[in-house]
């Protein structure tokens, strides 16, 4: 598209065509950079100023996916991010590409999983005298508040520098999004091979250790084995921190309880006789000693305070100073990786006596058996309720994800993703992408994505409809890049449900009313995945098992009730007061 020559005269750089291989350009440089730091996979979308970067990066030995829109494609450079403990690439254009990916690498920021987004954007003069260039924005003092770091670079000499400081920036401490600002000018500016060679080199020591100190070590361990009443509380962290053999270690010599968070599901088996996932309330209750590992004490916690005994004391084991003492004072911080720390807590504990409460674990352990048989007998009476409800369809799924316990089970939706989370055992660290932290939606199709082509394995994905919505045009790039990758949406018709009522009574849908009779297993065909439509039970049962089975893309499309699902799921305490009744 051209839509204007004063772009191109103003960049001399890019009138000028470089003689590969004597000379290179900014873009060449950049993905050689990438590659020196390990960089080997990118997910974007291109166009101007980026088109010929992703090409050469492809040609450097970097696997380039590209995407129908720029958050789906940050979602899986997060999930990577999270997955491999090395910074997720995420590649886009200036401008609105730059801002759809920005969200994603917003939500990395929150959620503490690195990756870097790289975007072209417009030459400085016009933007900053707000000119009107082609795509101009000032991206990269939007990028800032949002993101752990964030950096332009102009010059092509300087684009080494800057892949290094981003890459140190999102993985160093505790992780999150780096924004990486570069100029076409910079992307087009010619330098001879010879020069530019000598501008890479390997960094040395990219994640150093941080170790904890003795003090906070001592005060921790003293804490843990004078509690009568002790859990572990383990999050995210301590997945992406890759410490299963530590936790396992600790929680295994020690006897004491643990109780994960929703994507720490699997760091230990949730049917390990340790675990306390169901015994929440007891927990904050009860407990007098919490141990948190890589978790924050933030909303999914009610932030220390609601159910919590104020009388708990807490020792919280995080590599971020900041995180201290943010709701409720922490008797015992330990400063530091979780490698570090685990292993400086574990040769300490050995020399200490535990004073837990026996009774403290059967009590536990029976609430739990109590729960369970709960649980299962929700699964029972729904087994063959028609048309199928939430239930219905997670007593069909359960048993086919418990006996493939190595796919990677990607979740989104408000019942579709509780009842999922509730129903379905994890046994292996890693094994569950949810939509975390911020709870949003969107991450469905990115990162299953990023999931797949970061480990290999297979995915599977169950996703309410509205969820899937937000990034279900993603299902044609799981199927381009033949994908092992299942997508399981549960159609109720909406969100939360699909029988809101519209209060003006005008003939338009309510607002959370979406297409209970939609066929999204047509999707699907477009894209020549295999798929299917099933009503019930046996039959999703045996879509799934052949859908995993198959190790290719698949779509199957499971009809619910309109009237399964209640309003924001298991946090409709969340809403602001009720003006009127509303039917939802
Ligand atoms: P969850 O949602 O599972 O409760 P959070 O995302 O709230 O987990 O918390 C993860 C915590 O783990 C963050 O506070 C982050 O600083 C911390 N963390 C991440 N990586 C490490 C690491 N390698 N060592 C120590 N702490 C880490
Ligand atoms: N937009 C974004 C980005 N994130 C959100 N969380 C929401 C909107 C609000 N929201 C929820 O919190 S859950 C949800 C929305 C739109 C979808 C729930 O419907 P679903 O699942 O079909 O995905 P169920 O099974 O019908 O509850
Ligand atoms: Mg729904």
Redesign the pocket.
Known sequence: MDTSNSAASANKATLQTPKYPNQVTGMYILARALRMVGITNMYGLVGIPVTDFAYIAQEQGIRFAGFHHEQNAGMAAATHGYLT?TPGVLLTVSSLGFLNGLTATANAT???YPMIQISGSSEREPIDLGQGTYEGLDQLSIAKPLVKAAYRVNKPEDIPTAVVRAYRAAIS???GGVYLDITTPCLGAIMNMADAEKLFYKPVDLVPA?VPSEESVKRAVELISSAKKPVF?????????Q?ENKVKQLVESTGIPFY?????KGLMPDNHPLSAISCRSTIMQQADVVV???????W??SRGHGKWNSDTKFVQ????PQ?IDINRPIAAPVI??????LTAILSQLGNHKTSMDPAWVTQLQAETKVKKAKLDERLQQNASTQPMNHWTALSAIKPVLESNPDVILVNEGANTLDDTRDAVNMSLPRHRIDC??WAIMGMGMGSCIGAAMATGKSVVAVEGDSAFGFSGMEFSTICRFKLPVTVVIFNNGGIYNGIGVNMSNDGDPAPTTLDVNARFDKIGDAFGAQTYYVTNPADLKNALSEAIASKKPCLIDVQLAADSGKESGHIGYLNPASLQNITV
Request: glycine letters at 12%.
């Open positions: 403990k929150v959620n503490c401490g505790r992780p941080m509380l383990i999050g995210k962290g301590a997945a992406y921190a410490v994960p968070m929703s994507m720490a948190l590992i890589g978790a924050r004490l933030n999914l916690l084991l995080d590599i971020d995180e530091g990786d979780l490698d570090s720390s975390a932290t």
